[in-house]
């Protein structure tokens, strides 16, 4: 389905990824973008989206870097991939400009985030546009820009991201309309949901509810989030039931299908006790992660060389975003 495509994502950099966005989002991505039979990808750091929730800019760049170091020990082969940060490339803010003017207003009062800030303001009985900035505002239109520019046939995401790419859609006929058949209509992709994918404390995994299990943590602090998983207070003779364990989901995740069946039986024969499974879950994610972690922490300790490989992805994204920017200021301006 992504032969010759162009395929195009980018990651928000505003929290340290955890485990549930690395089965959820991290991992899928890595492997479409990876994928021989694709044809070109872009993936980025979408920094300037980040903006409209944060005026921290120590965060953001410690984000972006942890965002970066993370997909490159991932294994994201950056010979097939453009990886690189949003506000690196110029190209955007121009191009979400121009995409201003061809964007009804109303499409961007009916969008899901401008109307759950308003729809809270109301709740708390505040002017309904309190704290809302233009950048959220217009933010659809900006994950237009990123879209358009590259001329991206499928665009991944998760699906609370559904509604963006289909105002991509959207104004990219409206422009074509006006102005000539100048942008593809981009495609969204949604993940197929990997299911719940639970924190320590069996809620969903969320900076929210602070039951995260941070990706490259050391094994240390790996191993004491993965024994602070909350369990019933079954003893280690009864039988378990798998499908209502925090355990055994995070496990499906790290281990293959035979494996997996290995480890319902522990649970439904009974005979062993949460905290030796839970020693079995360690094992697993860290075996997964032990090799990619120690890559991360090199990573991080070498800033120069993140920076070299996200500043030769600005450049490669600049000469497709170029003049895909000339074709349109030429059909608006003449
Ligand atoms: N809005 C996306 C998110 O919050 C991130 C993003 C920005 C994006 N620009 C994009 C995703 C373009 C896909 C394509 O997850």
């Known amino acids: 389905m992504t032969k010759n ?6 990651i928000k950099p505003t929290g340290t990824p955890h485990l549930g966005n690395l089965v959820g989002a991290l991992l899928p991505a890595i492997k479409m973008a ?3 039979a694709a044809g070109q990808s872009f993936m980025f750091i979408a920094d300037l989206h980040a903006l409209n929730s944060t005026s921290d800019r120590t965060e953001i760049a410690k984000h972006s870097r942890e965002i970066a170091a993370i997909m490159l020990a991932l294994g994201l082969n950056t010979d097939r991939t453009v990886f690189f940060r949003q506000s690196d490339v110029p190209e955007i803010s121009e191009l979400t400009t121009l995409l201003l003017n061809v964007t009804p207003k109303g499409l961007m009062n009916r ?26 505002y217009t933010y659809p239109i900006l994950m237009t820009a990123d879209i358009l ?3 991206s046939d499928i665009v991944p995401v998760g699906a609370d991201q559904k509604q963006h790419v289909e105002f991509a859609r959207d104004i990219a006929g409206y422009f074509n309309n006006i102005y000539g058949p100048i942008f593809k209509i981009p495609e969204p992709f949604i993940k197929k949901e ?13 900076k929210s509810y602070g039951n995260q299990i941070p990706i490259f943590d050391d094994e240390n602090d790996l191993r004491k989030n993965i024994m602070k998983i909350v369990t019933d207070s079954k003893l280690p003779t009864e039988p378990k ?19 997996v069946s290995q480890f319902r039986q522990k649970f439904t024969n009974g005979g062993t006790g949460y905290g030796d499974l839970k020693k079995i879950l360690f094992e697993a994610v860290n075996n997964h992660l032990s090799g990619p972690r120690e890559k991360y922490k090199k990573l991080m300790a070498d800033p120069d060389k993140i920076n070299a490989i996200l500043s030769d992805g600005a450049l490669r994204a600049h000469t497709v975003a170029g003049p895909m920017l000339a074709r349109v200021k030429s059909a608006m301006l003449g």
């Open 241 to 259: 039931n798998p499908d209502e364990s925090t355990i055994f989901q995070l496990y499906q995740h790290f281990a293959d299908a035979v494996e």
């Open 34 to 36: 990876n994928d021989p």
């Open 5 to 10: 495509k162009i395929i195009l994502t980018g």
């Open 149 to 151: 520019l590259y001329n």
């Open 111 to 136: 969008a899901h985030s401008y109307k759950a800030a308003v729809d809270k303001n109301i709740a708390a009985g505040t002017d309904p546009d309190a704290g809302i900035n233009m950048g959220l």
């Open 194 to 206: 990997t299911g719940l994918i639970p924190g320590f404390d069996g809620r969903k995994m969320s």
